[in-house]
């Protein structure tokens, strides 16, 4: 180890016109610091960042707090807050392709999604997203979830007709699917999920891993746990930078900011591993809850679904149908590696 | 965004004793970056380090420029080298629970092994192993690679009888599994295996994924590819810092080191997941490859030769016993998980 004294450098800069400055970003999140992982990601990102960087600082707000989470891309857009913690799935409603960079029904796992975004065109496609719909935002891939449940039941579900008339909270693509199936989705933010089960709102919901949920209470109302998740088989997180702020900061604070997002996307999806059977074996063991998994029949019809809904987006949307085409295309590869390389197969 | 000056604060700290210095950390590596993912995740290490850091600066040297790479271990721990990128399967001939932190037969892939290291008891384990064997090192998790290919042969091997009397070059305790079936195996180094297969000192290898497999030639010789890499499902790389050296550097400079390695930990396995078809499509289409899948009746051979080695190797050393009991506990919960949390199962 050797040691380079740079005093006199930095002596001489000091007496000239650079001083040493603290850039502060203020950045909302999507999720609260309550709900461990979802909101715990944006805590830990926050301080990994603070722990790297002498120059620069992010203050993290909760949900709400600076601007209603619904809204945040906007708010980043036009400077009124200078970053999100979010997951793009909840800019569907304004953008189709919008939820390709969060969450696939029946895509990619972890490994698979990230390396499509990070070695392949996905990182590519989601800041031209955003360009090509006018938004001043610079988007990086800050985190990655662990499979989630495919949600909660009040009564048992065995067939599609079961599922009729249902009204169900849901996310992202998945909602669409679930809809030709006659459900009634609507997204709610997770504060309100348990209030709308407990009156009778909804019926049903989903919102993530079996740890997370615990934390909501789904389980005191909705008995039946399905799995697996094929709504989400991963989900992705973003770290939106309103444009001009990111391009005011220097090469180190933003290769500062790029690497603390990757360094959570590690933590972030190893917590999910890790930590989420014990939820499981709790709501059995002590919760009444019974966990379920759906009938090949029932995971075809949403399969099948999902297939009529993709179809429809990518006919209405030339920049939907060619990143999907992309990603099928880098999935079609994919395989040759994935069904033979692991003894799991 | 807020930009706070500090130059008053600079100021003083400049006119006191504190004076600005850069640390150089040199660090030797265990794979040259010739090599793709392997290679390369020191290089993408070092880069991302001396990128976000003003105060730190690491340098990297090839294997065998500052210590031969099996040396490396014993270098960083008496302070001849301040660093070393490598696995800490490379040290198993000294320390028997080693590959434990490296790669595991059968073992986890690499979401439950970061769920085990990052959020269990893994990586208290991993930096206790070097403690107890009075080795002054900091041991850091640092990357993590997809799952390996079982290996490349001469000949189509479809019986454990064609195995017996073969000479192979095997890392980590794979090695010892393949031993119980005949095979006499050998740790060659990376650019020492082609020669050795060229000059028929050997019959086949295992070394890594095909990408860089292919880098290294063996496909010339063994026309036979066998997957799946029951021997490694996932393989884990360290960054050990010595002791002092450690201790020298203060809270900023650690925590831009851990999280740049958490960094590479997601780049590692994104890069090794979205790179590998490629390798195996050419390799049949090109190369006159000849890809194989182990049949059941041999993978079962190849786990039990497995169970009888844990079963040694746990019996003669209470630490091992101790570290094998507690992943196999965790392994235990995560199975609750895993079998019905993906479309997958």
Same mark, same amino acid.
């Given at each position: 180890m050797t040691i380079t004294l740079r005093a006199a450098v930095a002596g001489l800069a000091l007496m000239g016109t650079s001083v040493s400055a603290q850039t502060t970003i203020e950045m909302t999140t999507a999720f609260g610091q309550n709900l461990p992982i979802l909101g715990t990601a944006a805590v830990d990102f926050t301080d990994r960042l603070n722990a790297i960087s002498n120059d620069i600082e992010i203050e993290r707000y909760d949900p @709400?707090?600076?601007?209603p989470t619904l809204e945040a891309l906007d708010a980043v857009a036009n400077g009124s807050v200078d970053a999100a913690y979010a997951t793009? @799935?909840?800019?569907q409603g304004k953008i189709n392709s919008a939820s390709l960079f969060a969450a696939v029904p029946f895509g990619p796992e972890a490994g698979e999604f990230l390396g499509w975004i990070l070695y392949d065109d996905g990182a590519k496609y989601w800041q031209q997203m955003y360009d090509d719909a006018g938004y001043n935002v610079h988007a990086i891939p800050c985190g990655v979830i662990a499979p989630e449940t495919s949600g909660w039941f009040k009564k048992e579900i065995n067939t599609v007709e079961d599922l009729k008339g249902l009204n169900m909270r849901f996310f992202g693509l998945g909602a669409k699917a679930m809809d030709k199936l006659g459900v009634s989705t609507s997204l709610l933010a997770a504060g309100d999920i348990f209030p709308a089960l407990e009156r009778g709102a909804i019926d049903a919901t989903e919102f993530s891993m079996p740890r997370i949920d615990a934390r909501l209470g789904f389980h005191k109302i909705a008995k039946f746990n399905y799995f697996p998740g094929w709504h989400q088989p991963s989900t992705l997180f973003e770290l939106l930078v309103n444009g001009d702020v990111w391009a005011d900061l220097d090469e180190t604070q933003q290769a500062q900011i790029e690497t603390a997002c990757l360094a959570t996307i590690t933590t972030n999806l190893a917590e999910g591993e890790a930590t989420n059977y014990a939820a499981m074996v709790d709501n059995v063991e002590n919760n009444g809850v019974t966990i379920k998994r759906w009938s090949p029949e029932m995971l075809a019809a949403f399969e099948g679904a999902w297939d009529e809904v993709v179809g429809e987006l990518a006919a209405d949307d030339p920049f939907f149908q060619e990143v999907w085409a992309d990603l099928q295309d880098y999935r079609e590869g994919y395989k040759t590696w994935s069904t033979i390389y692991l003894p799991r197969n």
């Open positions: @709400g707090k600076l601007v793009s @799935g909840y800019w």
